[in-house]
T-cell receptor
Framework: DGGITQSPKYLFRKEGQNVTLSCEQNLNHDAMYWYRQDPGQGLRLIYYSQRVNDFQKGEIAEGYSVSREKKESFPLTVTSAQKNPTAFYLC?????????????FGPGTRLTVL | GQQLNQSPQSMFIQEGEDVSMNCTSSSIFNTWLWYKQDPGEGPVLLIALYKAGELTSNGRLTAQFGITRKDSFLNISASIPSDVGIYFCAGLLRGSQGNLIFGKGTKLSVKP
């Protein structure tokens, strides 16, 4: 089955701890994205990557970090510098960036910082 | 940053009713995408539009790429209970490298 997987589905962490969210895709897509979703808000872009070893900041990158060592994987680390990390995090991928950019989403990870 | 205005913010539906929602902007877009999100899940792509004036259907859903390229519309005909959820529009600005801009969503609920 082709698709995007995110793990875990629910994550609880204490304030001040870094936490890493996993995102894997087997669609052979070049581009991958991380979004944050808060109630009543649209999706806000955190980071995106157009290819391996490449990534760019999105609208709300502060307090987050990413890596792209493999085409299939784009993990997101929520650092202790992120002031309000409790949110629903969505990973997406597309064949490439640019025109015809149909992004497909994973099931999401809900992070709660206690 | 760029804004997409999606309306209505929420609406109640009764089974069998037709539903309409739209997204507007002051900027020109090359692509419009419509997604549906169920609670606690990731958005699912419903319809993709690439040409001004394009009208595309997916079952009971029909979406249109506005002729001015600054808006898009989604219609759901003969709604059923499983249509409940949040619908998002997303657009790709003309000349953009590929980062979608998302509307804030239209929440469909069943009339009490």
């Amino acid at each position: 089955d082709g698709g995007i997987t995110q793990s875990p589905k629910y994550l609880f962490r204490k304030e001040g701890q870094n936490v890493t969210l996993s995102c894997e895709q087997n669609l052979n897509h070049d581009a991958m994205y991380w979004y944050r979703q808060d109630p009543g808000q649209g999706l806000r872009l955190i980071y995106y990557s157009q290819r391996v070893n490449d990534f760019q900041k999105g609208e709300i990158a502060e307090g987050y970090s990413v890596s792209r060592e493999k085409k299939e994987s784009f993990p997101l680390t929520v650092t202790s510098a992120q002031k309000n990390p409790t949110a629903f995090y969505l990973c997406a991928s597309s064949i490439r960036t640019g025109p015809y950019n149909e992004q497909f989403f994973g099931p999401g990870t809900r992070l709660t910082v206690l | 940053g760029q804004q997409l205005n999606q309306s209505p913010q929420s609406m109640f539906i009764q089974e069998g009713e037709d539903v309409s929602m739209n997204c507007t902007s002051s900027s020109i877009f090359n692509t419009w995408l419509w997604y549906k999100q169920d609670p606690g899940e990731g958005p699912v792509l419903l319809i993709a539009l690439y040409k001004a004036g394009e009208l595309t259907s997916n079952g009971r859903l029909t979406a249109q790429f506005g002729i001015t390229r600054k808006d898009s519309f989604l219609n759901i005909s003969a709604s059923i209970p499983s249509d409940v959820g949040i619908y998002f529009c997303a657009g790709l600005l003309r000349g953009s490298q590929g980062n979608l801009i998302f509307g804030k969503g239209t929440k469909l609920s069943v009339k009490p």
